[in-house]
């Protein structure tokens, strides 16, 4: 073990390394994760949600959400669908794809997939069908109401009841002739007020306007509550997305005809009243060669947990833009997710993808994003595949029909989020106060309702007879530094968050909110950090109480912590480099690119959704990631620790997680490795040394009967540093440089550059100065 770990240690403590026989032309650089200090846009690759067998038609993306299962065991199914006939062309029943694991794969069905759908305040869902509307049997020319059917979901959007009729009147508006229907394409629930419609229709020969309409009996009957954009013979307008933004702004979203922009409106009255004339949004407009650089289609929007508004279109290709205020007043990052268009002219609207996209949010900061590779048409009378049709190369290489979906992770500013929910399920992190009893009828309320990281009102926790406490108990002391807080859905509410650090303390205010509302999580980050490990709230009355729920009433919808000193990878992009670490990458002489380092949502029992990756599959690469902290003279480093697997081959020392307590930006000042027999090592510059006697771990792979993890802290000076493991003292290392300069940070990686084989999960980092 000394010459091949000695050997290690150079790969690691040393930029240039000289690489194996097998990789003689490797290529080693550095890769940055990106910054903890900015929100953050990253998307995944694309993958195929659905191939139909036979290329038959599969295009106009769609997909929806909703909270459902108990608060003790929630789960947020994703339910998409897409179009099985050729536009223009006779209508066949649509295709319904279901993913039970945040979009990462679907299961294909027949049956409407209910697009035009929102969550009611009594806890069902509404959908308004577009087949089967009617005009009155004896009305006029130009008619200004309709039957539209409308079903309801009371099992969140599995199954739906037998359509019935609604009646719709858009007066003063009217239809164009009574087989003109009112096209709807998005659906909001007003808590406490009307549900929303915004939808379009043929108003005059050749021109669709925009309205909004409201409905006070949950879909049963809607009237015109404004005109959001008027059509007229020079632009029309037509597909509408809607959203109840993060300050409370009901912001509408439209198509013109004229493909110049996407328009947007906005009232803060819940369409009342509006701020101004609707308008094109600036950053989406074209240049001066007439480069569209957002798509000109069906927008669709969706406010996340964390209060960040992100909106999708198309046409051309499928685009993806985030408003990280949460109010859609700007856009701050535009991206497109999925590209099938011409090579040969991006820009062309006629190949490709129809543009039809969707997105939904899975997560408090992860969402799906959905959209087709080829536009299915009728044209000449004649079905066309737009990635065929004109023999043009298509840009993702796709000329057959699929639907297509890419997960984005959509990030706050700040790391070292705590996954409450999942330290609560795991018996780690404890929930007290007023707010344990779920409301009847609602199983996603009680105290895990605020934890559960959704922003749906029937997910909070909630309480009749006025003002409640939720009490925290942490797993542990954490320097927290910042508080994210959603109180009462659409109403609202004060809080003051008080915390301890120890049960027997008495609680100390460290900031109070004043009459927040809105839709979303908004965070505070107070003058002071705080070291703590008990956190309360204390919840005020709210201004509006859930259908059912006497007044007063308190709720809380949301909670979330951030602490300073320990990063458990929950704000970082899932399959990336965790933000504000760098990670060893290699370019083998085959051309391939190895990192073998990212943040995994397969966490083995840790306790949180999320841990930090260390995969060694390549003999050419050594997967190593590091983080540089403030120099101090002391620093200390702790983690948590399972093995998924060891390499077999060789000694039980010679497969080890080695970890490093950094001095400048890569040199080991003291390395250690936690080998396949469960001992602890350091190298002390010459020579590895054993601390301790015996097995210091459990080092075993098996997750039967729960998977084992091992806690480790060293606490470091600048020429000394003692290890515990489990608790336990194991013993005292001195550097591996010699050096007694200051420590900058801190190292992870596999045990070699020559072998594979290794595969090991570390969480909850934690980093302190002394």
């Known amino acids: 073990m000394g010459s ?65 299962g108990t608060a003790q065991n929630p789960t947020r199914p994703v339910r998409a669908g897409y179009l099985r006939h050729y536009d223009a062309g006779p209508s066949a029943e649509p295709g319904r794809l279901t993913s039970a694991n945040g979009g ?35 009305g006029p020319a130009r008619p200004q109401q309709r039957t539209v059917p409308v079903s ?40 406490g007020g009307p549900v929303l419609m915004a939808g379009y229709a043929v108003t005059d020969p050749q021109i669709t306007t925009s309205m909004l309409l409201a409905s006070v009996d949950q879909g049963l009957t809607w009237n015109l509550r404004a005109t959001i954009a008027q ?9 509408t997305g809607l959203v109840l933004a993060g300050n409370g702004d009901l912001v509408a979203v439209m198509r013109p005809s004229t493909y110049d922009n996407l328009w947007v409106r906005r009232s803060s009255t819940a369409g009342t009243t509006w701020t101004a004339a609707a308008a094109p949004i600036p950053e989406f407009a074209a ?35 985030l408003s990280y205020d949460g109010t859609g007043r700007t856009w701050d990052v535009k991206r497109s997710f999925y590209d099938n268009h011409s090579v040969a002219a991006p820009q062309d609207l006629n190949d490709g993808t129809s543009g039809n996209a969707d997105l939904v949010w899975t997560e408090a900061n992860r969402a799906v994003l959905m959209a087709d590779s080829c536009h299915a048409l009728v044209y000449d009378g004649t079905n066309r595949n737009k990635c065929t049709w004109r023999g043009a190369t298509m840009s993702d290489g796709t000329t057959t029909f699929q639907i297509k979906r890419v997960l984005a992770d959509i990030l706050t500013a700040g790391v070292g989020k705590i996954d409450l929910a999942g330290k609560v399920t795991a018996g780690t992190v404890q929930l007290g106060g ?49 508080v994210g807080l959603s109180l009462a859905i659409g109403g609202a509410a004060s809080a003051t968050v008080q915390t301890r650090l120890t049960a027997d303390a008495p609680w100390a205010d460290w900031y109070s909110v004043t009459n927040q509302s809105g839709y979303a999580l908004k965070y505070t980050t107070p003058t002071a950090a705080r070291q703590a490990r008990h956190v309360r709230v204390l919840v005020g009355e709210s201004s509006i109480c859930p259908p059912g729920v006497a007044a007063p009433c308190s709720q809380l919808n949301e909670i979330e912590l951030y602490a300073d000193d320990v990063n458990s990878f929950e704000n970082d992009p899932v399959n990336g480099i965790p933000r504000g670490y760098r990670a060893d990458h290699t370019l083998d002489d085959a051309g391939a690119g190895h990192i073998g380092v990212w943040v995994s949502q397969s966490t083995a029992g840790s306790g949180s959704s999320r841990a930090l990756r260390i995969a060694d599959g390549s003999t050419a690469h050594l997967p190593a990631v590091r983080r540089l902290d403030s120099a101090a003279g002391a620093k200390t480093v702790g983690f948590r620790f399972h ?10 020392e010679s497969s080890a997680l080695l970890f490093d307590v950094l001095t400048g930006t890569r040199q080991a000042a003291f390395h250690f490795a936690l080998t396949r027999e ?19 771990f459990n080092p075993s792979v098996s997750c039967t009967g729960g998977c084992v993890w091992t806690d480790v802290e060293v606490r470091a000076t600048t020429t000394t540093a003692t290890i515990t493991v489990n608790g336990r003292l194991i013993g005292t290392a001195t550097r591996a440089d010699g050096a007694t300069s200051a420590l900058s940070g801190h190292s992870f990686s596999a045990s070699s550059t020559a072998d594979a084989d290794e595969n090991f999960l570390v969480d909850d980092v934690y980093t302190r100065n002394g």
């Open 4 to 68: 091949m770990l000695a050997g290690m240690l150079a790969l690691i403590v040393t930029p240039v390394v000289a690489p194996p026989v097998s990789a003689a032309a490797a290529t080693r650089t550095e890769v940055a994760g990106l910054s903890p200090a900015a929100p953050a846009l990253v998307l995944g690759a694309p993958g195929t949600a659905f191939d139909p067998p036979g290329d038959t038609p599969a295009w106009f993306a769609m997909t929806s959400a909703y909270d459902s």
């Open 104 to 138: 990462q794969t679907f299961t294909a069905s027949l049956g409407d997939s209910r697009e035009t759908a929102t969550r009611l305040d009594d806890g069902r869902v509404l959908h308004v069908g577009l087949v089967g509307q009617t005009p009155p049997a004896t």
């Open 152 to 191: 309801y979901s009371s099992d969140d959007a599995g199954t739906y009841s037998a359509p019935v009729p609604a009646q719709v009147d858009i007066a003063p508006q009217s239809f164009v002739h009574p087989t003109a229907n009112l096209i709807p394409t998005s659906l909001v629930q007003v808590p």
């Open 231 to 239: 059509g007229t013979s020079s632009r029309s307008f037509s597909e």
């Open 287 to 321: 240049d001066a060669n007439g480069n569209r650089p957002f798509g000109r289609i069906m927008p669709q929007l969706s406010l996340l947990p964390n209060g960040i508004l992100a909106l999708v279109a198309g046409r051309p290709q499928n685009f993806v833009a």
């Open 434 to 482: 007023d707010y344990g009893a779920a409301i009847a009828g609602h199983p996603r309320t009680g105290s895990r309702g605020a934890v559960d990281g959704s922003n749906e009102m029937w997910s909070s926790a909630i309480r009749s007879g006025g003002a409640g406490v939720f009490d925290i108990s942490l797993d542990r002391a954490y320097t927290l530094s910042k």
């Open 643 to 652: 093995p998924d697997q060891w390499r077999t081959t060789g000694g039980p």
């Open 678 to 696: 469960g001992s602890v090592r350091y190298y002390d510059g010459r020579v590895w040394r054993s601390l301790g006697t015996g097995q210091s």
